[in-house]
T-cell receptor
Framework: GAVVSQHPSRVICKSGTSVKIECRSL??????MFWYRQFPKQSLMLMAT?????????EQGVEKDKFLINHASLTLSTLTVTSAHPEDSSFYIC????????????FGQGTRLTVV | QKEVEQNSGPLSVPEGAIASLNCTYS??????FFWYRQYSGKSPELIMS????GDKEDGRFTAQLNKASQYVSLLIRDSQPSDSATYLC??????????FGTGTRLQVFP
């Protein structure tokens, strides 16, 4: 399958600081990428859709000023958690759909964020 | 609101048996259906995709889709302990956005 790389895999930050997470499609171009958050023993919750060259689309209840998304190129999307608080501690995962006869979505490795 | 329903499990099966995982969805216009496997602490891994009614086989995995009943399933033959994981059903519309179920935890015991 296609390769999506996410970095960092794990980060610990102090409350009030900002953290940037990168998501790259390595062997295909992705005009759209998706950002998910997953709390322990829960399913993936879509946070936002990242669109290359335009503003991200946020799901209901997700603060766009807190979770900044930038899709700078056809292979890179970034999620910045601003002014992080302990309740933002979670597993953040990006995915990118390939576009062929049928569309399939592949996930990055995920980022475990711990805010202390 | 679009929903994807799965039994959370755990589903326990002995090694070598067939594991049957089920999923129902609410949006009739859904066009694409996926099964992902997620090991604890890892991100989901795509194992099967299916787009039309019927069965699709890939190795030990068979996906079954019935759009009239809004039902999709995954069969795992000759289950192995390494198959123990959470299996996520995902349903997509024509926007590439996926809606995930809560996942079914599968335990394969030796």
């Amino acid at each position: 399958g296609a390769v999506v790389s996410q970095h960092p895999s794990r980060v610990i930050c102090k409350s009030g600081t900002s953290v940037k997470i990168e998501c790259r499609s390595l062997d295909f171009q992705a005009t759209t990428m998706f950002w998910y958050r997953q709390f322990p023993k829960q399913s993936l919750m879509l946070m936002a859709t990242s669109n290359e060259g335009s503003k991200a689309t946020y799901e209901q209840g997700v603060e766009k000023d807190k979770f900044l998304i930038n899709h700078a190129s056809l292979t890179l999307s970034t999620l910045t958690v601003t002014s992080a608080h302990p309740e933002d501690s979670s597993f953040y995962i990006c995915s990118a759909p390939t576009r062929g006869v049928n569309t399939e979505a592949f996930f990055g490795q995920g980022t475990r964020l711990t805010v202390v | 609101q679009k929903e994807v329903e799965q039994n959370s499990g755990p589903l326990s099966v002995p090694e070598g048996a067939i594991a049957s995982l089920n999923c129902t969805y609410s949006d009739r216009v859904s066009q694409s259906f996926f099964w992902y496997r997620q090991y604890s602490g890892k991100s989901p891994e795509l194992i099967m995709s299916i787009y039309s009614n019927g069965d699709k086989e890939d190795g030990r995995f068979t996906a079954q889709l019935n759009k009239a009943s809004q039902y999709v399933s995954l069969l795992i033959r000759d289950s192995q302990p390494s198959d123990s994981a959470t299996y996520l059903c995902a349903v997509g519309d024509n926007t590439d956005k996926l809606i995930f179920g809560t996942g079914t935890r599968l335990q394969v015991f030796p």
